[in-house]
Each structure stands twice: as C-alpha cells, then as structure tokens.
C-alpha cells in the first residue's frame, strides 16, 4: 500500500560524488540511504535519476496531498462542504477566529508583541476545513484537519510541528482538529520521534508504508525494528491511504 502520488515524488538523486540514492535519504547516514533503497526497490521505481522526479520534493509532498484529499473527501462524503487548502492561516476558520481580533490588536499596539508573541498566526502545510455555516451559524469554515507534510524527519523539523500543534491546542475555541503528520521518511527511529509524545500529534501517516515495512523487516537493525514495530503496533504510524478514510467519517 502507498499513496497515490508516492511512485512520483520518490525516486533516485545523483550526488556530486557520483554516488547514487535515493531522495528520501540522509546522505550522511548508512541506514537510511540503505532503508531508502529498499523502499524505491520495492516500488519498483528504476535506478537512474528521472527528469520527473521533482528537485524539490517537499513542497511537491504539501501540494500533492492537499490536492489528494481534495479529491478524495469530495467523493467519500459529499454532503459536506470541504475546504482543502494549502498554507491557510488558522484564524480563516472558526475556532481560532478570535486570534484574527488578536493580530490587529497587536498592529494597533506593537509594544504587546513583546509579550503575546505572534507564534500562533500559525499556517499548517495543508488545512481541511468543513463550511457548516448554514447550521451553526458562523460565517467562518469549521477547521476539521491541520496536516503538517514533512518529506523527511530531523530534530528540528520535530519540534516544529510539535510548536505549531501545541500552539493550535492552546489557542482552539470549540473541538480540537485532527493533527496528523505526513511523510516520506525512511528511518522508524527518527518517525518514532514524532509518533512517540504527549498528544500533540495524532498520527504519523507513511506515503509509502508497506515499503517501509518491508525494507525495515529486511535491512533494518534491530533497532530500527523495534521502533517501528512500536509505531505500528501503537496505531502511532498508519498508511497513508487510511488519511481519507479516518477524515470523511471523524
């Protein structure tokens, strides 16, 4: 299983060295360019650099869920209104309307910056929104997901999704979103480090989790093995394809 744009967006990367892997990798890591390999060997994506494969997959990564999800929840439940966008700022939907009234607060006195801040104009990498205006009466979409797309895992990129969601926590008016990440990375040990936590992601989803599964079962160390079998076992690192599904019926 792995998701439908998965076979294009991954591929292979020439480096200046001559060396060829693939562009899911750490460069600078043995087991992930081995874990990386083995997930492209088992899509069966041929070992050569394709004109097609884009330069710079994440951003790739953001555009193709959002237009993933898209398509999917329109046909899945049609008797809402969904607003899949990409980059939204969260005070365009209901529960954080009020940080909207903050931020011109903020313009009108910008000696309160110093201590309220402005981390939380927050613009998740892909928003789903559900338009129930005509029911609930607020003009503002209701945000039903935040889904923050990372193509690979570093620490730092943890704790960024961790600040952004924690802030959404904090600042929610009205039922909590769903907050999921999406990635490409192929090492369990650096997925594990946003799966694993105290509750500001739900999920962890894998464009190409099979794959994975199957490259850590082969080449992976035992501890590679362990954290992901953690993950899984947890319902922590789910398939991508399961993203839709848990969203047009949540």
């Avoid at 390999?37 to 650099?49: Q, S």
């Avoid at 969904?82 to 000696?111: C, I, M, N, R």
């Avoid at 594990?192 to 190409?208: K, L, P």
Wanted: one cysteine or more.
């Amino acid at each position: 299983m792995s998701a439908p744009f998965a076979t294009r967006l991954l591929g292979w990367k020439l480096l200046d060295s001559g060396a060829l892997v693939a562009n899911s990798a750490d460069t600078s890591s043995t087991p992930s360019k081995q874990l990386a390999a083995a997930i492209l060997e088992d899509l069966g994506i041929p070992r050569e650099p394709l004109a097609a494969t884009p330069a710079e997959p994440g951003p790739a990564l953001e555009v193709a869920v959002r237009d993933d999800l898209a398509d999917k929840l329109a046909h899945m439940n049609s008797q809402r209104k969904w607003q899949v966008d990409h980059k939204q700022v969260v005070t365009a939907f209901g529960q954080y309307d009020h940080l909207a009234k903050l931020s011109k607060l903020l313009k009108k006195y910008p000696e309160l910056r110093t201590e309220l801040g402005r981390d939380y104009l927050i613009k998740p990498d892909v928003t789903v929104g559900v338009d129930d205006s005509p029911l609930l009466g607020d003009p503002r979409p209701f945000l039903h997901a935040a889904v923050s797309c990372k193509w690979t895992i570093r620490s730092d990129r943890v704790q960024n999704i961790r600040h952004e969601f924690l802030q959404m926590i904090r600042h929610r008016r009205g039922r909590l979103p769903h907050l999921v990440a999406v990635t490409a990375e192929p090492m369990p040990s650096r997925i594990a480090a946003i799966a694993r936590g105290t509750g500001e992601v739900d999920a962890v989803y894998h464009i190409a989790f099979d794959s994975l599964s199957k490259a850590v079962q082969d080449v992976g160390s035992k501890q590679q093995k362990d954290d992901w079998h953690e993950c899984v076992e947890q319902g922590r690192v789910l398939p991508y394809e399961r993203l839709a599904d848990t969203l047009a019926g949540w």
